[in-house]
């Protein structure tokens, strides 16, 4: 399970169910707060497969075959793009708020949720370190009061990732596109999201289970925000397991 830019601290409602029938692996996204600064390579972590090598890597250190990956927003689609290098390493994908293209951009037949014109403002604001924290925006994300525990804790991750670090992941974000590869993911994904998130709406999901290449189930949960599992871990977390448990039939 990978969050990012945040660490797996944002699993804490879900691992506990787990523990105790699977072998659990977590790990820190490079570029996340928790993890060494000084190791994040900017040319490696320029393009979406810098982040799926590590994850081929730290599934062939540990001689993990057919895992059953859960991932969040950009980390569910760094598993996609790791599935289509190496198939045999995923039983299967759960994919809770995937975005494709991850800049979330309006273009064409894909309706993605934010226009071009408000991610050029978020880019260049950072561009000119003018970088601000700002909990409206937080809880607008997350789907939350401000002072909610969940809003307090997606902030707290933000804060921890270092600025030039975060405009890295934010100019990736901004250029990434996974819909021509959508056809060459064979790994069965469990696409999961909110009946509300400015992020990622109902469209983009019904978008990526359509163009996937192999089987693909699409769950829309009675949530807002684009961490559910932060926000709503009552709901979140049963639709999570069952996903887990149940592979899609036939």
Same mark, same amino acid.
């Given at each position: 399970?990978?969050?990012?830019?945040?660490?797996?601290?944002?699993?804490?409602?879900?691992?506990?169910?787990?523990?105790?029938? &699977? $072998?659990?692996? %977590?790990?820190?996204?490079?570029?996340?707060?928790?993890?060494?600064?000084? &190791?994040?390579?900017?040319?490696?972590?320029? =393009?979406?497969?810098?982040?799926?090598?590590?994850?081929?890597?730290?599934?062939?250190?540990?001689?993990?075959?057919?895992?059953? &990956?859960?991932?969040? =927003?950009?980390?569910?689609?760094? #598993?996609?793009?790791?599935?289509?290098?190496?198939?045999?390493?995923?039983? *299967?994908?759960?994919?809770?708020?995937?975005?494709?293209?991850?800049?979330?951009?309006?273009?064409?037949? &894909?309706?993605?949720?934010?226009?071009? $014109?408000?991610?050029?403002?978020?880019?260049?604001?950072?561009?000119?370190?003018?970088?601000?924290?700002? %909990?409206? *925006?937080?809880?607008?994300?997350?789907?939350?009061?401000?002072?909610?525990?969940?809003?307090?804790?997606?902030?707290?991750?933000?804060?921890?990732?270092?600025?030039?670090?975060?405009?890295?992941?934010?100019?990736?974000?901004?250029?990434?596109?996974?819909?021509?590869?959508?056809?060459?993911?064979?790994?069965?994904?469990?696409?999961?999201?909110?009946?509300?998130?400015?992020?990622?709406?109902?469209?983009?999901?019904?978008?990526?289970?359509?163009?996937?290449?192999? $089987?693909?189930?699409?769950?829309?949960?009675?949530?807002?925000?684009?961490?559910?599992?932060?926000? #709503?871990?009552?709901?979140?977390?049963?639709?999570?397991?069952?996903?887990?448990?149940?592979?899609?039939?036939?």
């Amino acid at each position: 399970m990978a969050p990012a830019p945040n660490n797996p601290s944002i699993w804490k409602h879900l691992v506990p169910h787990l523990v105790d029938h &699977y $072998k659990v692996f %977590l790990y820190d996204t490079m570029g996340a707060g928790s993890t060494n600064p000084d &190791y994040f390579d900017f040319y490696h972590y320029s =393009s979406i497969e810098g982040y799926a090598y590590d994850l081929i890597a730290i599934l062939e250190e540990f001689n993990v075959q057919k895992c059953i &990956y859960v991932g969040h =927003s950009l980390t569910a689609m760094v #598993a996609t793009a790791a599935s289509i290098f190496r198939p045999d390493l995923f039983h *299967k994908l759960i994919m809770l708020a995937a975005s494709i293209p991850e800049a979330i951009v309006n273009s064409g037949d &894909y309706f993605g949720g934010f226009e071009q $014109k408000y991610l050029d403002q978020i880019r260049a604001g950072m561009e000119k370190n003018k970088i601000c924290h700002d %909990l409206g *925006k937080a809880a607008l994300v997350v789907g939350c009061d401000m002072d909610s525990e969940a809003v307090q804790e997606y902030s707290r991750t933000l804060f921890n990732v270092l600025p030039d670090i975060a405009l890295s992941v934010v100019r990736l974000l901004h250029a990434l596109d996974m819909r021509p590869f959508l056809p060459q993911v064979t790994v069965p994904c469990h696409i999961i999201q909110s009946s509300k998130d400015v992020c990622v709406p109902q469209s983009v999901g019904e978008y990526i289970h359509k163009n996937l290449g192999g $089987k693909s189930i699409v769950e829309v949960m009675p949530t807002e925000g684009h961490l559910p599992h932060l926000s #709503a871990p009552e709901v979140t977390i049963p639709v999570l397991l069952r996903h887990i448990h149940h592979d899609i039939a036939g």
